[in-house]
């Protein structure tokens, strides 16, 4: 609490001065998340200046979301560049229904996002990226990002690789282009929404094969194979959505083998790779039956709007930058700029490591707090696949009407009965205070009886 900041070297008014003074101060490691800050009346005190003007200091400093007011205890460094949602249904007080990476203060999100511009509009000029741009990337741009995934996927190449406005769109492209209304695509028995909602679009049926807490069984992949003939598989094999499950090295080549041998193709979510780098993606095993889709939404920010398609060959790769100029045209132009400044300065991966380090935090809070309660999850995740009491169907929409959303598990059920499990999204909460204040309810929800009234 005996910060006291340097501002007379600092220009505009005090109050800016000093919030500008904690902004430098928390990027140099001076002030770390969570520090408690000192009070209003002692920090005017300490700089010589009117309490009115520390005041409007601290009120500025939270709606920039560097510093978060305690009630009872105090002012405090903020521990995320994360805003509150002002759109959230009006029940809703703590949303962890979506997953989405969180936005510790180390991401240093904010200035990275200014600076990155400054650095483009230096060199390039904003308004260049403000036109028409090539589908699917520039030349450079690919280059950069293929050279940027060759660590994961030696295969990767400017002229295999497609950069499309996030996975949805490659997903919906994907199966518009390998199967016809009616025609089959195997997934696992859970799955993302997305490829649900996408395939139901398209007329595509979709048709979930059994798996364990390890993933996709490789004996049930091949019945199903055999018996459907499917146009193709579409996985996840890394940090599963919603299980959390990253196939092992042994499955991963069972998996590629049933593939060739059924002479059908991969489509390879790898949306959570980029969190566990240990695990390698089954594209590398069969590359040229793979498409294999990596984005930036799960390990940075899902408003970038940004995702990388590796295609099989330089024909697929052309058909693909077609499907996405017919539908969509392009991605955003500057949001492709900013994320190839930051691959190419390095920061992409700083900011991946700090988002990294915050999930594998939250998921330490979650093991303790939900100690003695059945869940499924990875040190990297995003999230957690909780299993709920049996005869409680209704603990989500229980939870909801407390002010807690999370994800009951007939969102992902491909086929046949809903599981009684749910998906608690850990980096949705704007902070861990308020994620223990989450998990703090869910665990009331869960240890509260079920109701057994009858209804007659």
């Keep these: ?25 928390i990027a140099a490691g001076r002030l770390v998340r969570g520090q408690q800050l000192p009070t209003q009346r002692a920090l005017a005190k300490s700089l010589g200046i009117d309490l009115t003007t520390v005041t409007r200091a601290y009120t500025e400093a939270r709606r920039r979301g560097i510093m978060e007011a ?24 703590i949303d962890l229904s979506m997953n989405v990476p969180p936005h510790p203060l180390e991401a240093q999100l904010d200035e990275r996002i200014i600076a990155g511009m400054e650095a483009i509009r230096a060199q390039s000029g904003l308004t260049a990226h403000l036109n028409y741009q090539p589908p699917g990337g520039s030349a450079h741009e690919r280059e950069v990002a293929a050279r940027w995934l060759r660590s994961r996927v030696p295969h990767a190449q400017a002229d295999r690789l497609v950069i499309f406005p996030g996975t949805q769109t490659i997903l919906f492209n994907l199966l518009a282009h ?89 489509i390879e979510d790898d949306a959570y790779g980029l969190l566990d780098r240990s695990a390698s993606p089954i594209a590398n095993l ?41 539908t969509v045209q392009m991605p955003a132009p500057l949001m492709v700029a900013l994320v190839t400044h930051w691959i190419e300065s390095g920061i992409a991966d700083r900011i991946i490591s700090a988002i990294r380090s915050e999930a594998v935090g939250r998921q330490q809070l ?79 929800a869960l240890q509260k009886p079920a109701d057994t009234r009858q209804i007659v």
């Design 1 to 25: 609490m005996d910060w006291t900041p340097t501002i007379s070297e600092l220009s505009g008014p005090r109050y800016q001065r000093i919030v500008d003074a904690m902004e430098a101060d």
């Design 286 to 326: 069969i590359p040229e039956q793979t498409y294999l889709a990596t984005t930036l939404s799960k390990c940075i920010a899902p408003a970038l709007r940004v995702a990388y398609l590796v295609t099989p060959d330089g024909d697929t790769q052309r058909d693909m930058r077609a499907s996405l100029q017919a």
């Design 366 to 444: 979650a093991q303790r707090t939900l100690k003695g309660f059945q869940f499924l999850a990875k040190p990297a995740a995003h999230h957690l696949w909780l299993r709920l009491p049996e005869g409680r169907p209704d603990l989500a929409a229980h939870l909801l009407r407390n002010g807690l959303a999370i994800v009951a598990g007939d969102a992902f059920t491909v086929d046949g009965s809903p599981p009684h499990a749910a998906r608690v999204s850990l980096g949705a909460a704007r902070n861990r205070s308020e994620l223990a204040e989450a998990l703090r309810i869910l665990i009331g």
């Design 70 to 93: 305690r009630v009872g205890q105090g002012s405090f460094v903020s521990e995320t560049s994360a805003r509150r949602a002002v759109d959230l249904p009006h029940p809703v007080a």
């Design 178 to 266: 390998v199967a016809r209304p009616g025609e089959t695509v195997l997934t696992e028995a859970l799955t993302f929404p997305g490829i649900k909602a996408a395939a139901a679009r398209l007329g595509v049926k979709l048709v979930g094969v059994a798996m364990d807490e390890g993933g996709i069984l490789p004996d049930a992949l091949a019945k199903a194979c055999r018996v459907h003939k499917p146009k193709a598989v579409y996985l996840i094999p890394t940090l599963h959505n919603p299980t959390t499950a990253t196939l092992s090295a042994e499955r991963r080549g069972a998996v590629a083998k049933i593939i060739r041998d059924a002479g059908t193709i991969l």
